[in-house]
């Protein structure tokens, strides 16, 4: 059975966007943006919503072809290119760099997913993550938690109908205040 992990960038009161989807106040230290990188590279598949979809494949698959773009930047680019990817979404048409689509119910499919033998599953984006959540198949949290309040946007947890247990697996910090916890679900 596959892992599947919950993962992102958060403000201190729980947001990982602000209003308008600004993500202004998230650009990440060059120690985090490393650690997220790395988890790329090590993820077996990555499940995506719609939204953060587009946003990724507007940039990533070229990222390092840009003028100016680090050696982070390059690595990353190319680890994403690379990740097997599944994007689920009933208006997007097409998907490309190693990326399969999911038109069908996201739950389902990700329960299919998390039974396979392979290696580690990410699930990312709101709306997708928040489905899962609520199916009790995630089985690990990973926050970036700034020290930022953003008063509102779109929120990294949803509403239960159940309490999820959770076990501390790890703390750490990073430069600008960042702590990243990472919590196991507890079945």
Known sequence: MRKLTFGMNLSL???????????????????????????????????????????????????????GATP????YARRWRDMPKVVFSSTTGTVDWNTRLV????????????AEDGGPMDIAGAT????????????????????????????FFTALDNWVNLTLAETRTF??????????TRR
């Open 13 to 67: 009161d729980g947001y990982i966007a602000a209003p308008g989807d600004n993500l202004g106040w998230s650009v990440p230290s060059d120690e985090l943006f490393q650690y997220w990188s790395d988890r790329v590279a090590s993820t077996g598949l990555a499940l995506y919503g719609r939204k953060l979809w587009e946003t990724m494949s507007s940039h990533w698959p070229t990222a390092d072809q840009q003028p």
């Open 128 to 155: 997708l993550a928040a489905a899962a959540m609520r199916a009790g198949v995630i089985d690990e949290y990973v926050l970036a938690t700034a020290p930022v309040l953003l008063g509102g946007g779109t929120p």
């Open 175 to 184: 430069p600008d205040g960042v702590v990243l916890t990472r919590y196991e």
């Open 72 to 75: 982070a930047e390059i690595e």
């Open 103 to 114: 038109t069908g119910d996201a739950v389902t499919e990700i329960t299919r997913l998390r």
